[in-house]
């Protein structure tokens, strides 16, 4: 397949893994705060009122992230996600945005719980911002407030989704974590809600991700399972990837109405194909989600290093890249001290 993503993947300047693997997507966290506990993902009994978040003065400035994305272009990057904790309680996040957006070559989207969408979304447009995704667990007002224990209702994450749709965001796309036991009661909703409006409803196998969510394998249901429910009711037939390295399985439905994604890194590991790599909101370079370690960056960016030294740290980080833990994965795997999710983002 021609990777048509990645214009300059075929220049020699772009490093590849020890597995063959070519860096195309940076993820950045730009906070380690959030205003949602999901329990998969922040659990509140971790992440209490006393829980220890950076200092400002920690975090990488917007001028410090915009320096880095520039330097990781020279490495092949063509798409930059921005994350958190949630991206949105970062003040001021437009101007960050403005600042990328002036990146040529950049495909810029942002993950968020919604929570603040509504207000933000013309000031995130305006920016620059190109695409944007949405996680939303449940249309069941009870299972979602369940989910992200601050008991915030679905409705206001709607009323941004419909007003990201306003502003222009198309297609939006929808994450849904799904955990057994607590929300897959919702798959045909959601799959209904949202095939009618267009947007792409992706599911996500509930993953081992950090160390304190208390992850079983008995608690995910399998993207088998979630296509099959689905198919039983609306027909569905596999579609192509949009590009090689694309997390999701897209699946279209028969009659054409629209198509939705599964994230299966538990059962139906993307490894082979995994371009991404993630920054944390205090300079940390991390080379797989399920990393126990990263790799300081902003030592080099506040201690006076040239872009071009900057530049031949990463080279030499992605170079040494074998990562493929959703290959490796086992029950003791998941038990290791990995970094958390709300860390550097999903
Ligand atoms: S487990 Fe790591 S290497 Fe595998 S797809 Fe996820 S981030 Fe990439």
């Known amino acids: 397949m021609n990777d048509s993503r990645m214009p300059y993947a075929v220049a020699a300047t772009v490093p590849h893994d020890q597995l063959g693997r070519a860096l195309h997507d940076l993820r950045i966290s730009v906070t380690d705060r959030c205003n949602f506990r999901c329990v998969y993902c922040m659990p509140k009994e971790v992440f209490g009122r006393d829980h220890q978040f950076l200092e400002r003065r920690e975090l990488l400035t917007f001028e410090e992230i915009t320096r880095l994305a520039r330097i990781f272009t020279r490495h092949g990057v063509g798409k930059i996600r921005l994350t958190g904790g949630e991206p949105l309680v970062r003040r001021n996040l437009e101007e960050l945005i403005a600042m990328l957006a002036a990146v040529p070559g950049l495909d810029l989207t942002l ?37 992200n224990d601050v ?5 206001r994450v709607l009323e941004g989704i419909e007003a990201a749709a306003a502003a222009g965001f198309a297609p939006i796309k929808i994450n849904m974590v799904v955990k057994r036991g607590m929300n897959e009661a919702g798959i045909l909703p959601m799959a209904r809600f949202f095939r009618e409006r267009g947007h792409i409803l992706r599911f996500i196998e509930y993953m081992d991700v950090g160390h304190t969510n208390g992850w079983r394998m008995d608690d995910v249901v399998t993207a088998r399972e979630i296509v099959e429910r689905i198919n039983a009711e609306m027909p569905l037939e596999p579609a192509d990837p949009n590009y090689r390295g694309e997390v999701a399985r897209r699946w279209r439905y028969r009659d054409g109405s629209g198509e939705i994604g599964v994230i299966a890194s538990v059962t139906q590991a993307f490894c082979r194909d995994c371009t991404r790599v993630r920054l944390s909101t205090e300079g940390k370079l991390y080379t797989c989600l399920f990393a126990t370690g990263g790799h300081d960056l902003r030592s080099l960016l506040r201690g006076g290093a040239s872009d071009d030294e900057i530049d031949a740290a990463i080279r030499a980080i992605w170079a040494k890249r074998s990562d493929r833990y959703s290959e490796i994965r086992t029950a003791q795997t998941a038990k290791l001290e990995k970094i958390e999710m709300s860390y550097i983002g999903g």
């Open 151 to 155: 008991d915030f209702p679905v409705a």
């Open 111 to 147: 993950t968020t719980n919604g929570s603040l969408l509504k207000q933000k979304t013309r000031a995130l447009r305006d920016a620059g911002l190109k695409r944007i995704t949405v996680s939303l667990d449940s249309l069941d007002d009870e299972t979602f407030m369940r989910m």
